[in-house]
């Protein structure tokens, strides 16, 4: 019981600290192995219940700040954001019975596909996207463009289970090797694409003689800003 609740508090504890404002998104990378540990062998039942009380972790420690405007929704809100948790969990769990030896390569399109769908019809709710954890990182995340953040969920997602692979097999030579070349990947193709994409900034005289750097083409920058309109 003590395990696996420092597991569920380990992951959404650092699910919190891994989104903005604080700059801690590389927590993002591992947060999903406790939850993974935690879930593993366990029944469909102890799954979806650990699951739940892994997303009420993460939920009290993300949105928290609901309770200012409305108690009762950030009431209805924590105890029913964790449901997506616990179906991912079973999803999961129900994964590893029929594919056990790699269920893992499926993680991350199950983790994704629940992201997406809870953005879905009038009670969408696409807050606490996995994928936002990154938004520091703008030279690794200008795929979104392409994808949305939803392809970024994907990819720290995939990170996670590449972790979780090298710890299970870290006796294992060829695994870690193996791993360690898709890391490599995974960091080195987003972030090239980036470099490629975002424009270099631009050197500006100032009155003075010294030269500056701006992003370039800044006079052309346009900017909204949508605010959602929710009814508490």
Not at 105 to 125: D, M, N, Q, R
Not at 180 to 207: H, M, N, R, S
Request: glycine share 6%.
């Amino acid at each position: 019981m003590h395990r696996n609740l420092s597991l569920a508090l380990v992951c959404g504890l650092g699910i919190a600290l891994a989104f903005p404002p604080l700059e801690l998104g590389f927590l993002a990378y591992w947060c999903l192995i406790p939850f993974l540990l935690l879930i593993e062998n366990k029944g469909l039942f102890d799954s979806f219940r650990w699951g739940y009380i892994t997303g009420l972790f993460l939920s009290v420690t993300t949105l928290y700040w609901i309770v200012w405007p409305t108690i009762p929704g950030a009431i209805a809100t924590i105890l029913i954001h964790p449901l997506y948790y616990a179906v991912f969990a079973l999803a999961v769990a129900i994964t590893r019975r029929v594919w056990s030896q790699g269920y893992l390569i499926l993680v991350p399109f199950l983790w994704t596909a629940i992201e997406y769908l809870k953005s879905l019809s009038e009670v969408g709710f696409p807050w606490v996207t996995l994928g936002y954890t990154q938004s520091y990182y703008l030279h690794l995340i200008q795929f979104a463009s392409i994808t949305s953040v939803y392809g970024v969920s994907f990819w720290v997602v995939c990170l996670n289970v590449i972790f979780l692979l090298m710890w299970q097999h870290r006796e294992e030579s060829r695994w870690l090797i193996g791993c360690g070349a898709t890391l490599v990947v995974l960091f080195a193709a987003p972030y090239l694409y980036g470099l490629a994409v975002i424009p270099a900034p631009a050197k500006v005289d100032e009155p003075a003689g010294r030269e500056v750097s701006r992003p370039a083409s800044i006079d052309e920058l346009r900017v909204t800003l949508v605010q959602g309109n929710i009814d508490p």
